[in-house]
């Protein structure tokens, strides 16, 4: 087995099912096998994995873990894994016929973190080319990624401490990095990430962001280093916005424009960047004094 792809996933049987079908239309991918790790699901999750398996295109593995955690979902899915490679992937994707193939040849040496662009389109019927605007310098997001295994097990995988949104993935790629891992971006393994306007609405994006800000403690307490610091906003002059740009009258207009049908479109998505962006950081500094 060359590349376990692991699927963690929670109450989203229909992202699944078709996730799971367009590994079906693989082309020059060598062996691989589907690891669907369902993280406490009250749906249909588990018969779409089974009749999927049942079909026999490809090897499916379903895996239980009950407690809502997606670093331990994940690291499920490794211990499940018999492939040189795990690729991680989210629930809502659909995998380009070449995605599978265009992993397996980035990895030219045996110490690389391959991550590809992720395409976030509105519906399952936008399927455009990447662009220079989906690249990205992240050194691991769980939407798109593939890593040795005998890597993630050497760092032992995903840290479980991280129990709600956010920087689960960003704090195990220090761990990699530290290792020795290296980074490399594969244009050709391209993702399409489906976004629906209708499901990503502001009450969703605003409690992955106050989750997101909550985590930021648990990444700096364990890696308390300025590129971290840096990264999760934590440091004095990004943390000052918070007190004198996002006072709560303005954080309360940026919310109205945001879900106003009146306003135009870019208006409503630069609200929104706003009123996220200010949650983040007040979030976030409370989180610190806490």
């Not at 979902?73 to 995998?95: K, P, Q, T, W």
Request: aromatic fraction near 10%; hydrophobic fraction near 40%.
């Amino acid at each position: 087995m060359r590349i376990s792809v692991v699927i963690a996933t929670k109450d989203r049987a229909s992202y699944v099912e078709r996730a799971l079908g367009s590994f079906e239309t693989q082309t020059g991918a060598p062996p691989f096998e589907v690891i669907v790790v369902d993280n406490g699901s009250s749906d249909d999750t588990k018969g779409v994995v089974e009749r999927q398996a049942a079909r026999a295109v490809y090897p499916v593995t379903y895996v239980y873990e009950g407690e809502p955690n997606r670093g331990k979902a994940r690291n499920r899915g490794i211990e499940r894994a018999s492939g040189y490679l795990v690729l991680f992937c989210d629930d809502d994707v659909i995998a380009p016929p070449g995605y599978l193939a265009a992993h397996d040849a980035a990895h030219t040496t045996s110490n690389l973190v391959v991550n590809g662009p992720i395409l976030n389109v509105g519906s399952y019927d936008e399927q455009p080319k990447p662009t220079f605007a989906n690249y990205s310098r992240a050194f691991l997001c769980t939407c798109n990624v593939s890593i040795p295994k005998h890597s993630l097990d050497a760092v032992g995988g995903f840290d479980e401490m991280f129990h709600l949104y956010g920087w689960e993935d960003t704090e195990l790629g220090v761990r990699l990095r530290e290792a020795g891992m290296r980074w490399t971006f594969a244009w050709d393994a391209y993702i399409w990430h489906i976004k629906p306007p209708a499901e990503n609405t502001l009450e969703v994006e605003t409690r992955k962001a106050m989750e997101k800000a909550r985590m930021a403690r648990r990444f700096i307490e364990k890696q308390p280093s300025p590129r971290v610091r840096m990264a999760t906003g934590a440091y004095p002059v990004n943390l000052m916005r918070a007190k004198l740009l996002f006072p709560d009258q303005l954080l309360a207009l940026y919310a109205g424009i945001a879900t106003s049908k009146k306003a135009p479109p870019f208006v409503r998505a630069l609200a929104r960047s706003r009123f996220l962006d200010g949650m983040y950081l007040r979030e976030l500094t409370r989180t610190l004094n806490g």
